[in-house]
Each structure stands twice: as structure tokens, then as C-alpha cells.
């Protein structure tokens, strides 16, 4: 068994205990994939590319781990730990994706024996990461979560299904496998809006006020880096511009269904114009990485 890559060890039975990342029994969503870029597409700015959405994930998915042993029910801890390890499975093929295309976005500071997707994860710092604000934050109580996913889920999925239709090939798979993934992310939260807006007043008072706290960074997700302008241009990358209506449309379902005011708390602003896609961060960020990346980066020749 080989660890250079994240796609092998999607494919393949294996003890994980020498190596860090998730993955192990799964079909290879990459199988009979071209890893050729096209030939019109600037290396630097697809693996960038990867980057922002890898770090979307994987980043989420450290936050949405945090709910193991603490969620309402034992049901919900699988739920949860379930999906994050989905949107792990996502950022290690695009964070390998973008080592791949571009070798220059890796870590200087990371050992040569680590994979391009830990190294990624592990050996950078945190203006490095282009992840959106809303996935960083604390997760805060259960409805804030729920109303969390509901958003992100609504809008990755969004965002994939487009994706599927990218000119880069691995692009192309990874999405088409998300798609399936992220449907169930979604209807998962929209259930639990369901049942907590049209439960007690209580849970109700409850899903209001974790909607209220996530909204400020809705905004930030429709916001286009130039990157992804350019590369939605080119055919590889999705302006998320265009994901606004789709949406909306269906956030405001599940409010209305759920008997939930749509919020109307304001944006949280950009730092001079600056936000998560240029590496600007809120300072829950410092926090969670340091716990992420302790481990590997007090015993960087470490395995296990």
C-alpha cells in the first residue's frame, strides 16, 4: 500500500494506523479519471481553487467532529461525525488535487515524508487557509449548528452539482461524488429545522436565534474571489454569484415550512475588502487550528 496520494487510499484495504487522515474501503470516486489539467488553465489558479473548497471542508469538518458525545442523541453523534467525515473525504481529494497540479502551494515547513493533503492540513498557518468564515466558527448549541449545515449544505450542494460540469476532470468526479453526499447533509439539517421551528417554543426560540448568529456570514459565500471568476470564465470553477436564488429559494422553503422568520441580522463586514478566501479570519480560527494541528506539528516525523 502506498500513502502518496489521497486517491489510493480510497481504494484500498489497509491498516490506518501509520498514517493521519481518514480513508479506508471505499470505491474510488476517481476510478478510469484523467489527471491531466487543460491545457488553457492556469496550474497555480486551479490548485488555489482547490484549495478554497478543500479548506471549506475539512475545516467544517473539524468543527462538526467537536459534536461527538455531545449531541442530543446517540443517533445525532453518528449523524454528525458521518458527515464530517464526508466533507474530510472531499478535502483530502482536492487538497491532493492541488499539490498535484501545482507543487509550489505546499508547506516549506512541512516534512518530505508527509502526503500533500497533510501537509496542506497540518504545516500551514492560518492566513494560509482560504476556507469562508461561516465554517470556523464555534459551534455553539445544537440549533446553531443545525442552522449552519442547513446553510452550508444548501449552498455546497448547489455549488457541486454545477462542479460536476467542470473541465477538469478530477474537479468534475469529486463533485459528482459530493453531490450524493451533500444532498443528505442538507435534507439531515432541513429535517432538524423542521423539527425544532415546528416544535416548542422553546426549540423554536432556539433555531431562531442559531439562525440569527450564522447569517452574518451568508453574504461571504456568494462573494466571488477573482480566482473563482476567472476560472468559472474558463469553464473549470462556479461563480457563486450565480448560486444566490438557488439558494434562497430553498432556505426559504424550509423557513417557511418550519415557521421561522428569515433573519435580517446584517453582513459581517470584509477587512478592507478582505475575507476567508484571502486567508482573513475570525479568531476562532487560531483556536481551532492549534488544537487541529498540535499533534502533527509537536512530533512532525511522527507516525502512527
Same mark, same amino acid.
Given at each position: 500500500m502506498s500513502w502518496d496520494n489521497a486517491y489510493e487510499s480510497l481504494t484500498e484495504e489497509h491498516d490506518v494506523s501509520g498514517h493521519w487522515a481518514f480513508g479506508t474501503g471505499f470505491a474510488d470516486a476517481l476510478a478510469g479519471v484523467g489527471h491531466d489539467v487543460p491545457a488553457d488553465v492556469d496550474r497555480a489558479e486551479l490548485a488555489a481553487?482547490?484549495?478554497?473548497?478543500?479548506?471549506d471542508?475539512?475545516?467544517?469538518?473539524?468543527?462538526l467532529s467537536e459534536?461527538?458525545?455531545?449531541a442530543p442523541e446517540l443517533e445525532e453523534d453518528v449523524a454528525l461525525a458521518n458527515?464530517?467525515?464526508?466533507l474530510l473525504g472531499q478535502a483530502r481529494m482536492l487538497l491532493t488535487r492541488a499539490g498535484e497540479v501545482d507543487p509550489t502551494v505546499r508547506p516549506a515547513a512541512a516534512p518530505e515524508h508527509v502526503p500533500d493533503?497533510?501537509?496542506?492540513?497540518?504545516?500551514?498557518?492560518?492566513?494560509?487557509?482560504?476556507?469562508?468564515?461561516?465554517?470556523?466558527?464555534?459551534?455553539?448549541?445544537f440549533a446553531?449548528?443545525?442552522?449552519?449545515?442547513?446553510?452550508?449544505?444548501?449552498?455546497?450542494?448547489?455549488?457541486?452539482?454545477?462542479?460536476?460540469?467542470?473541465?477538469?476532470?478530477?474537479?468534475?468526479?469529486?463533485?459528482?461524488?459530493?453531490?450524493?453526499?451533500?444532498?443528505?447533509?442538507?435534507?439531515? @439539517? !432541513?429535517?432538524? +429545522?423542521? *423539527?425544532? &421551528?415546528?416544535? =416548542? %417554543?422553546?426549540?423554536?426560540?432556539r433555531m431562531r436565534a442559531g439562525l440569527d448568529r450564522v447569517w452574518p456570514f451568508v453574504a461571504e459565500l456568494f462573494t466571488p474571489h477573482p480566482v473563482e471568476t476567472r476560472l468559472a470564465e474558463a469553464?473549470?470553477?462556479?461563480?457563486?454569484?450565480?448560486?444566490?436564488?438557488?439558494?434562497?429559494?430553498?432556505?426559504?422553503?424550509?423557513?417557511v415550512a418550519a415557521g421561522l422568520p428569515r433573519p435580517e441580522t446584517?453582513?459581517?463586514?470584509? @477587512? !478592507?475588502?478582505? +475575507?476567508? *478566501?484571502? &486567508?482573513?479570519? =475570525? %479568531?476562532?480560527?487560531?483556536?481551532?487550528?492549534?488544537?487541529?494541528?498540535?499533534?502533527?506539528?509537536?512530533?512532525?516525523a511522527a507516525v502512527w
Open positions: 481553487y482547490c484549495v478554497m473548497l478543500g479548506d471542508a475539512l475545516v467544517f469538518a473539524q468543527r459534536w461527538c458525545s455531545n458527515i464530517a467525515l464526508d493533503e497533510d501537509a496542506l492540513a497540518y504545516f500551514r498557518d492560518e492566513r494560509a487557509f482560504r476556507n469562508v468564515r461561516m465554517v470556523e466558527q464555534e459551534p455553539g448549541d446553531e449548528t443545525v442552522a449552519r449545515l442547513l446553510v452550508f449544505g444548501c449552498w455546497r450542494l448547489a455549488l457541486f452539482e454545477r462542479l460536476a460540469g467542470s473541465r477538469d476532470p478530477v474537479l468534475s468526479a469529486i463533485a459528482a461524488k459530493g453531490v450524493k453526499e451533500l444532498a443528505y447533509h442538507r435534507d439531515h @439539517a !432541513a429535517q432538524w +429545522a423542521l *423539527r425544532l &421551528g415546528d416544535g =416548542t %417554543e422553546f426549540s423554536r426560540e469553464g473549470v470553477a462556479v461563480d457563486p454569484a450565480e448560486l444566490r436564488s438557488t439558494v434562497d429559494d430553498v432556505l426559504d422553503r424550509v423557513l446584517p453582513a459581517l463586514p470584509a @477587512a !478592507a475588502g478582505l +475575507a476567508g *478566501r484571502h &486567508g482573513v479570519h =475570525t %479568531e476562532p480560527m487560531g483556536y481551532l487550528l492549534a488544537e487541529m494541528q498540535h499533534i502533527a506539528r509537536s512530533h512532525p
